[in-house]
């Protein structure tokens, strides 16, 4: 069920909610958080919400949407309640800020956070370039970016990093997860002869590759070259290489010195499932810092264009 407010304001819209819930026989009781979802003027809107609602199946969340409209005219306040199918498991409100509104978008959207829950910020756009210093940033434990938005992955990185705070995240580095744990594993495995240096292939302008060679870098200390290219990530050691390709089928295929090749089906990681991959866990990640820590040590090279491992 969908409920239209056209200029409104937060006193009824949150009236609204409690009758809609009640008439739906919908309750906030298990939500376990709060999801803020920033969009900008000119971003898509709906994707971010499907995205949401999908992340939501698996944690029951109240969805806020808040569009940035035009700075010029009268402040307005234009929303939308979804509940029930077009919500999914979560509780879907829509804010649509104009005017001078649009800048204080924290005041509008402080009154429907649930209580005694976590708060998570998501920008599915470009993002500010400090997430922490954001009104609605401030919001959140958790603050969700996307590098892979941004014109020059190596430059936002960059900024990722000067302007860390405690409980950011990125996309980018989500969408490598698999791909980290199929590398953690090779570690497992004999030989373990040390690495000596490593080579990561990808193509120009992603955020995901860069991330897994600062993560390697900072992981274990050695040269780490960057290329353009297809997928492939070189791990050398004195007696042979451990490599990780994509082949033909889109499986990830592990190349380890005397053993036969391990293969893995790696799909694209679909929106929903990274959002809901950062939902399970609130507390800092440490490992996604180390890597933006590595980037800058990575030695970059200009060779033929290639794919993302995205």
Not at 49 to 67: K, L, T
Not at 250 to 265: E, F, I
Request: net charge negative; charged share 25%; hydrophobic share 40%.
């Amino acid at each position: 069920m969908i409920v239209e407010l056209p200029n409104t304001s937060t006193g009824k819209v949150a009236k609204k909610i409690i009758e809609v819930r009640a008439a739906g026989g919908a309750l906030s009781l298990g939500r376990v958080l709060t999801l803020v979802v920033c969009v900008e003027l000119g971003e898509p809107m709906e994707g971010a919400i499907e995205a949401a609602v999908g992340a939501s199946r698996e944690h029951p969340s109240r969805v806020i949407v808040v569009y940035r409209g035009v700075r010029e005219g009268d402040s307005r306040l234009d929303a939308q309640i979804r509940v029930g199918g077009d919500a999914g498991a979560s509780e879907v409100v829509v804010l649509s800020l104009q005017g001078e509104l649009a800048d204080h978008p924290d005041s509008v959207v402080t009154p429907f956070l649930l209580p005694d829950t976590p708060v998570v910020t998501w920008w599915p756009g470009k993002g500010p370039e400090r997430p922490a210093a954001d009104p609605l940033g401030k919001l959140g434990h958790r603050r969700i970016v996307d590098a892979g938005k941004a014109d020059d992955s190596v430059a936002v990185l960059a900024q990722r990093l000067e302007t860390y705070s405690p409980g950011d995240t990125d996309l980018a580095w989500t969408h490598v997860t698999h791909w980290r744990a199929i590398l953690a594993s090779a570690f497992d495995r004999p030989p373990h002869t040390p690495v000596t240096e490593v080579q990561v292939t990808g193509a120009q302008n992603s955020p995901s590759v860069d991330l897994l060679a600062g993560w390697l870098r900072s992981t274990l200390q050695v040269p780490t070259r960057r290329r353009r290219g297809s997928f492939e990530i070189r791990l050398l050691r004195d007696d042979g290489p451990t490599i990780l390709a994509v082949d033909e089928e889109n499986n990830a295929v592990l190349s380890m010195p005397g053993k036969p090749d391990g293969r893995v089906a790696m799909g694209r990681r679909e929106l929903p499932a990274c959002i809901a991959e950062e939902l399970r866990r609130l507390d800092t990640d440490e490992v996604y810092v180390e890597a933006l820590k590595g980037v800058p040590e990575v030695e970059f090279a200009d060779d033929a264009e290639g794919v993302a491992a995205r």
